[in-house]
């Protein structure tokens, strides 16, 4: 007998139902509001590479990847997909990169994305200095129904009247002379009766136009019924024993009588809940609430300012599949309460922003008397895999800050823009989530069923210690990093940057003027894209 499981048709059927309800019930943007494309950062064996993944926006849709090796002497370039519940032998051949002309780093490849789901894509760099294969987590989700030119339009109109007239034009033609010997005119007979064939053939031709038109509008119906629609959440603050929670329920009506897709651990927090300041962006907090169960979620609430926030909830599911939830709450004012961490990371800054230019960057002072720098020099919008925010951090007496890893990162960024359309979480790793990442990495045949790896990924050390790219330990990091992204769409952005020194979290602000033009690229789709 096999080791398999005994079962394998009870397991393939629990696997559908949690990819449905990870997938068919919840799939957004990605892992952010507003902001579709993929950026990553990372090695493929020896090649230092960064990656970017132009989402379509449509399933099925062609994707554009760009590939930046960074350094060695890359001789070949491949991607290839993995479906994330599918291995290497239910995965497409792999797709060879062309280099892009004038940039001797960049390679290019288009790739289709045939599903709604959560993909590996394994991309593979080889050459003289060896091979190796970096995985990238990315979500394919419908999230626009593109509409048809007018030009195109009008082509089909004419066409189809052509053919339509054409057919009646026959089949009278047919009736009444086909079976006329050359040169024989019809009677009043054949006439009338081509006339009667005409008609019969009109009107059947204009029940089979009827009965077209509806397939197509029940097919788009369709398709329109599987765009992006995020699953409800709704935030709310309580006072409860001398202290105040912010609480965080995921109460879509589509998960009523369902099983929800299990939670992992990213950076080793279910969910990371952020705060927003709505009005002037002025405080964001950076939360990590606790299960109380699999869809009620609370976190000891920080003196915040009174107002009105938006809340985001980052979370990963089992899949490899991440995603944005977005509630809004109030905070009151009154009365004035006791403050004492739920979690030991969760933090908050009311730190104000200073202006980037992209000439000169900024310097934004931090709570520890030290400074951020934004680095001047690269463009504030860009199409390409160059694209990267950079910053250095400085100790109060200006020497290059030694900066400790801070829920397993160097760094991490919060961006939002001016009408909270556009939200996302970066670190020098890129958009992907780290647990997404891992979720692809480390699946095997035996984490068919639900909730295996993600305790498998929990045991592995809160999933810090689980990848070796990804160990930092409590090595020091360089004072200087760079987080790879483009900005979605043009307007003002805020920019949180998170780091930690000395054993305290610091927080950087910065206001960024994204223009429109520069290269805009595939970017100027996600313009158009409800971002929540
Ligand atoms: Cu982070």
């Given at each position: 007998m096999s080791a398999r499981p005994a079962r394998p048709l009870a397991a393939a059927r629990a696997l559908c139902a949690a990819a449905a309800l990870a997938l068919g019930f919840a799939p957004p943007a990605s892992a952010h509001v507003g902001s579709p494309d993929t950026w990553f950062e990372g090695a493929a064996g020896p090649y230092p590479v960064r990656v970017v993944v132009r989402a379509?926006?449509?399933?099925p849709g062609l994707a554009e990847i760009d590939v930046r090796v960074l350094s060695g002497r890359p001789e070949h370039v491949t991607v290839q997909l993995y479906g994330w519940n599918v291995g290497a032998r239910g995965a497409p051949a792999p797709d060879e990169a062309k280099r892009v002309p004038g940039d001797a780093q960049l390679w290019s490849v288009n790739l289709w994305f045939m599903e709604s789901t959560s993909y590996g894509v394994h991309l593979g760099v080889s050459g003289p200095d060896g091979s190796g294969v970096a995985v990238i987590p990315v979500q394919t989700v419908a999230t626009q129904r593109l509409a048809m030119t007018p030009g195109l339009a009008a082509t089909l109109l004419a066409l189809a009247l052509f053919l339509v007239f054409g057919l009646v034009t026959v089949v009278g033609a047919a009736v009444r002379e086909?079976?006329?010997?050359?040169g024989v005119e019809p009677d009043a007979r054949q006439r009338g009766r081509a006339r009667v064939a005409m008609a019969v053939a009109a009107v059947l031709l204009a029940a089979a136009l009827y009965g077209g038109r509806n397939w197509w509008g029940s097919v788009d119906r369709g398709y329109v019924k599987g765009l992006y629609r995020p699953m409800h959440a709704s935030a709310s603050v309580a006072d409860s024993a001398g202290a105040r929670w912010v609480r965080f329920a995921i109460?879509?009506?589509?998960?009523?009588?369902r099983r929800w897709s299990p939670l992992i651990p990213d950076h080793g927090k279910l969910m990371h809940l952020f705060l927003v300041n709505k009005t002037d962006m002025s405080t964001m907090a950076h939360l990590h609430p606790l299960l109380r169960d699999s869809t009620h979620f609370a976190a000891a609430l920080?003196?915040?300012?009174?107002g009105a926030y938006d809340v985001y909830a980052d979370i990963v599911h089992e899949s490899g599949f991440a995603q944005t939830l977005t509630a809004a709450v109030v905070v009151p004012g009154d009365p004035p309460h006791a403050y004492t961490a739920s979690d030991a990371d969760d933090s908050w800054s009311e730190t104000p922003a200073v202006r980037v230019t992209s000439a000169s960057g900024a310097s934004c002072p931090l709570a520890d008397g030290g400074t951020m720098l934004w680095l001047?020099?690269?463009?504030?919008?860009?199409?390409?895999?160059?694209?990267q925010l950079r910053f250095r951090v400085l100790a109060p007496r200006g020497a290059p800050a030694r900066l400790e890893p801070f829920l397993g990162m160097a760094a991490h960024a919060i961006v939002r823009n001016a009408d909270g359309s556009v939200f996302a979480h970066l670190h020098p790793t890129g958009s992907v989530a780290m647990a997404s990442e891992m979720a692809l990495t480390m699946?095997?045949?035996?984490?068919?069923?639900?909730g295996t790896l993600g305790r498998r990924l929990t045991a592995a050390g809160d999933g810090m210690s689980a990848m070796p790219d990804m160990n930092m330990g409590t090595a020091e990091l360089p004072a200087e990093f760079g987080i790879p992204w483009g900005f979605p769409k043009p307007g003002r952005y805020r920019v949180w940057v998170q780091v930690r020194r000395a054993g305290s979290i610091e927080t950087g602000a910065f206001d960024v003027d994204v223009t429109g033009g520069a290269e805009p690229g595939r970017g100027a789709q996600a313009a158009n894209l409800p971002g929540r």
């Open positions: 379509p926006g449509v399933v086909s079976s006329l010997p050359p109460d879509d009506e589509r998960l009523t009588g920080p003196p915040l300012p009174a001047g020099g690269a463009a504030l919008s860009s199409g390409r895999a160059d694209a699946r095997t045949p035996a984490d068919s069923i639900p």
